[in-house]
């Protein structure tokens, strides 16, 4: 008779889990559980090695031990499954369990395990989450693709470098791209999750239980209960689809169907007007679609004025159909055609793509079985511990109130880990820059001019016109400015808008001088390479006490 202690049952049924799978092991003639004493008791037709017996209950989710008094070997391995410690070597390690495969999940997983957690991952989908999947990185190849397309057809030296349209081969470039994917999915996800042996990875679709037990419905069969000490859930976000009539039976493309077509459409209405709907919408029309942009109000509503009316200037000088303060109140497809019927007449166009926001995956997880308390959006509501309204239950990325970004999920998601195991970590969200892929492109951090005020700080501000940036001038590409939002008074830097061309490559200077508190005068005296873009924020910095057109081109 062998004695297992098994710890993380937290019901009867919990026990006729542990003991069909023991008796599933080989030699193994009986079992018999008991879950008030946490008890295993194995009855065997022979020698039978603990390592199985040790293992099968693990993989449930549970902790298994040799009972005290039991013989055995197992006492004498360290490190055996469900004998793991913490770094003080006093207890047995905390088991994890992360709903997701995502940034935040990926960055929690690794930071549990390197606290000396041990970590069991569930993914229903494909190993990864959005990023890098359907998401940035499949979007900025697309978005680089049609970039080159574009200046092979046109470009401010067409005079001494004739333009050459391209031919388009859209098959070529999504075998790239998705080559690519596969790549970047296989070496920053999968290999690494295969070399992790303290990360269990369970695929199929989680459900709580009750606060410390989820259900795994395996996607191979069958269920799996999985007790855990501490929950991370990391499950993300899905394209929102706007309630317009008729929509819901139409083939309309969201994002991830968008980038995975094998063909560009001749006539595209994308409705939508924020990040996703203007990367892609550009790339499309510069890879040949015939473009028209529905914009409910004007795009980016929710930023500066300039920045929207910026970017309508740039897409209109390439016929770029920007239709403001637009609605479709129907929608139809038939003989392979959509008919929009707006507010300003009817639209017929051979593909749609919808990009409105996307929506919380928090549906369908019973987390009300557990206490975790979600917002008006459907997101789960966390504080800056990544901590839910449930005790021991954490979530990062973008199934929370957070900015979705990739960024923040995964520095959220190692936060979290930190806090699980005991830590007081916390995300401050005060300098989070912020990119749109579009060309220009558009970059933000800190507070704008509006955002300020609403937080009771009175501002001085200025905005620099890149024909006043020596490298804008050196491109022939002036589009676009560079605003400096400034705390009046102490001069205090509190945010920058830049619409340029490489805005995020500039925009990551002014998130450290905004952290650092530096004044616009402090960034007036730094030096910055001449001929470079992130210089504009030297000279928008000079225009608070110069006028910078009476500079010469490279004045300190």
């Known amino acids: 008779m062998i004695e297992l202690q098994v710890e993380g049952m937290t019901c009867g049924s919990c026990t006729e889990h542990v003991k069909q799978a023991l008796e599933q092991v080989a030699g193994v003639r009986s079992a018999s559980v008991s879950y008030p004493q946490g008890l295993a008791a194995i009855a065997t037709d022979g020698h039978v090695d603990l390592e199985p017996l040790i293992a099968v209950v693990t993989a449930l989710g549970y902790r298994a031990r040799i009972a005290d008094g039991s013989a055995g070997p197992f006492d004498q391995v360290p490190g055996w499954p469900g004998r793991e410690t913490t770094q003080t070597g006093d207890e047995q390690s905390l088991h994890v369990a992360i709903i997701g495969s995502g940034g935040a999940a990926m960055a929690a997983a690794l930071k549990a395990v390197e606290g000396g ?144 077509s094998d063909s560009i459409p001749k006539r595209l209405a994308v409705i939508g007007s924020s990040v996703v709907a203007l990367e892609l919408a550009q790339a499309f029309a510069r890879l040949g679609s015939q473009v028209a942009i529905l914009a409910r109000h004007t795009l980016f509503f929710r930023e500066d004025p300039a920045i929207g009316e910026a970017l309508t200037a740039a897409f209109r000088l390439e016929d770029i159909e920007v239709l403001e303060q637009t609605q479709a109140s129907q929608v139809a497809h038939a003989n392979g055609e959509f008919v929009l019927t707006t507010n300003h007449g009817e639209l017929r166009v051979d593909r749609l793509l919808v990009a409105t926001g996307r929506t919380p995956n928090t549906q369908g997880m019973n987390l009300e079985a557990a206490g975790v308390q979600l917002d008006e959006h459907g997101a789960i509501q966390i504080d800056s511990g990544m901590r839910s309204s449930a005790p021991d239950i954490y979530a990062a990325g973008d199934c929370t109130n957070q900015p979705q970004f990739v960024y923040v999920a995964a520095a959220a998601g190692t936060r979290a880990a930190i806090n699980m195991l005991g830590g007081e970590a916390t995300l401050n969200l005060d300098a989070m820059p912020a990119v749109v892929f579009t060309d220009p492109q558009v970059a933000t951090v800190g507070y704008s001019e509006v955002e300020a005020h609403h937080a009771g700080l009175e501002t001085d501000s200025r905005t620099l016109s890149l024909d006043n940036v020596p490298r804008a001038l050196a491109n022939f590409d002036t589009r676009g400015f560079i605003k400096l939002v400034a705390e009046a008074g102490t001069g205090r830097l509190l945010g920058v808008q830049a619409v340029t061309p490489e805005a995020g490559e500039i925009i990551q200077t002014a998130a450290i001088a905004i952290h650092a508190r530096m004044t616009v005068q402090e960034l007036a005296d730094q030096l910055f390479p001449y001929l470079t873009m992130v210089e504009g924020l030297k000279l928008a910095a000079q225009t608070f006490t110069k006028d910078v057109k009476q500079l010469s081109c490279c004045a300190g």
């Open 117 to 260: 957690a041990r970590v069991t991952l569930i993914e229903r989908g494909t190993i990864g989450g959005t990023c890098v999947n359907v998401g940035c990185v499949p979007s900025k190849i697309m978005i680089r693709a049609a970039h080159v397309a574009h200046l092979r057809r046109e470009s401010p030296f067409d005079a001494g470098l004739p333009a050459t349209p391209p031919s388009v081969l859209r098959e070529r470039l999504l075998a790239q791209q998705q080559g690519r994917v596969d790549e970047l999915r296989h070496a920053k996800y999968e290999n690494i999750l295969e070399s992790t042996p303290a990360i269990t990875v369970l695929r199929g679709t989680a459900r709580f239980r009750d606060g410390r037990t989820l259900s795994v419905e395996l996607a191979e069969g069958g269920e799996r209960i999985v007790a855990f000490d501490r929950c991370l859930v990391a499950t993300g976000a899905s394209p929102a689809i706007p309630p317009v009539p008729g929509l819901s039976g139409t083939p309309y493309w969201s994002s991830t169907e968008a980038l995975v």
